[in-house]
């Protein structure tokens, strides 16, 4: 069974700084990995989608690297923000074209 | 933008109560979903709609039923709402291919059950 982990729960970093954070999975058959936003009492909003055929994607501030072969995904954000306060899920879409999701880092940048 | 809608926002009921959540997008997608989310856990997949008329539970069991009857519309009904429904219930489409589309989410409907 596919299990997905985001180290780590929780960060809290001073505007400016660039954010890290990590995601592993147990099972590399995955068709692609997904990285969401969710900010508190509202619904997720996709930041970036990663094919498995592919090794990084990028938007922006945003750059996501995917080495499915060991089951690791990093989402880099650039220089953040304040508004970049929220958390980060990450999902991979398994051999039955489904979504499973991280418990996600919460992240806080502090002005 | 992403043009999936949810209501109600949140809702505070009783046990015993049947309620139903709605969902509906305006963006021509097949595919539907359904995930449950306690606070501060990851989000669960309860069931799916790959069309009309098809409909499947998801990897966590849930006492809750959908119906797809229309391609815009995944309602989403409790026929005795229970204390441990209280949850977070995330609607979410998604459109081209089978597995490489991204999946859209609703704002969510925080449920209560006292």
């Known amino acids: 069974k596919q299990e997905v982990t985001q180290i780590p729960a929780a960060l809290s970093v001073p505007e400016g700084e660039n954010l890290v954070l990590n995601c592993s999975f147990t099972?590399?058959?995955?068709?692609?990995l997904q990285w969401f936003r969710q900010d508190p009492g509202k619904g997720l909003t996709s930041l970036l989608l990663?094919?498995?055929?592919?090794r990084e994607q990028t938007s922006g501030r945003l750059n996501a690297s995917l080495d499915k072969s060991s089951g690791r995904s990093t989402l880099y954000i650039a220089a953040s923000q304040p508004g970049d306060s929220a958390t980060y899920l990450c999902?991979?879409?398994?051999?039955?074209?489904?979504?499973?999701f991280g418990a996600g880092t919460q992240v806080v940048v502090t002005p | 933008e992403a043009d999936i809608y949810q209501t109600p926002r949140y809702l505070v009921i009783g046990t015993g109560k049947k309620i139903t959540l709605e969902c509906s997008q305006t963006?021509?997608?097949?595919?539907m979903y359904w995930y449950q989310q306690d606070p501060g856990m990851e989000l669960h997949l309860i069931h799916y709609?790959?069309?009309?008329?098809?409909?499947e539970k998801g990897d966590l069991s849930s006492e809750s039923t959908v119906s797809r009857i229309r391609t815009e519309h995944f309602p989403l009904t409790l026929e005795s709402a229970r204390p441990s429904h209280t949850s977070q219930y995330l609607c979410?489409?998604?459109?081209?291919?089978?597995?490489?589309?991204?999946?859209?989410f609703g704002p969510g409907t925080r449920l209560t059950v006292l």
């Open positions: 963006m021509g997608h097949d595919k």
């Open positions: 990663i094919q498995s055929s592919q």
């Open positions: 979410a489409s998604s459109g081209e291919g089978v597995f490489t589309d991204t999946q859209y």
């Open positions: 999902a991979v879409t398994d051999s039955w074209g489904k979504l499973q």
């Open positions: 709609s790959y069309g009309v008329n098809s409909t």
């Open positions: 099972d590399s058959a995955i068709y692609n």
